[in-house]
């Protein structure tokens, strides 16, 4: 259905956590803010510096969005050569302890799409990927810490890293209360439907027949 009328999702944006060493102004009330209707998601990713969280619960359309953040990278890549190549995985399969971003990364290239290891290693080293990431949520409980420190290990290492990771609220939630947080990473929520939302997309649906 969602192909038919394209909705508009409430979202707010939460300021990043502070780096060590920096600090970050969060006045009074401003945790979160509206993020307005007409703002897309790559302008988010944009003025997040090109690390986004995406938060939600289930069924709120954060891998939607996520495809939508990847549609709009690609476009711009076509206009722009020095816009990485946006590529989606999911963290799911990431299931190795030991193994860093980059060897899984090269591994999920050479299965979903048989591209050559010495192409993938080129591509990391020069920044030429925009990572966007599903599915955080799904890596088992007790090893979701563990692929957080790999995504921060990750940043650190690459100059000019791009990067958008889906995730389930309440499991993120529980990540921060272990000080396992994405560093420095703005994050925005997806809010759940309100009636009138839901009313407006099927009278907007129905007329739309």
Not at 27 to 51: I, M, N, Y
Not at 145 to 157: D, M, S, T
Not at 177 to 203: F, N, R, S
Request: a negative charge; charged letters at 25%; hydrophobic letters at 40%.
């Amino acid at each position: 259905l969602y192909q038919a009328v394209l909705m508009s999702l409430g979202m707010t944006l939460r300021p990043a956590a502070p780096r060590p060493g920096s600090v970050r102004l969060r006045r009074a009330g401003e945790a979160e803010r509206p993020v307005p209707e007409h703002e897309s998601t790559v302008q988010l990713f944009d003025k997040a510096g090109h690390t986004l969280l995406i938060l939600g619960e289930p069924g709120s359309g954060k891998t939607t969005m996520l495809l939508d953040l990847a549609r709009s990278l690609l476009e711009r890549a076509r206009e722009d050569e020095s816009t990485p190549i946006p590529v989606v995985f999911n963290l799911s399969s990431l299931t190795n302890p030991e193994q860093s971003l980059d060897d899984w990364l090269v591994g999920e290239f050479r299965s979903n799409y048989r591209v050559d290891e010495k192409y993938v290693r080129y591509w990391l080293a020069h920044d030429e990927l925009a990572l966007l990431l599903d599915g955080l949520d799904e890596v088992r409980a007790d090893r979701r810490a563990g692929v957080v420190e790999k995504l921060n290990q990750y940043r650190a290492q690459h100059m000019d890293p791009w990067l958008a990771i889906c995730c389930r609220q309440n499991e993120y939630a529980e990540l921060v209360a272990d000080k396992a947080a994405v560093e420095g990473a703005d994050a925005v929520v997806l809010q759940p439907l309100t009636q009138a939302q839901i009313k407006g997309y099927l009278t907007e649906l129905a007329g739309s027949k």
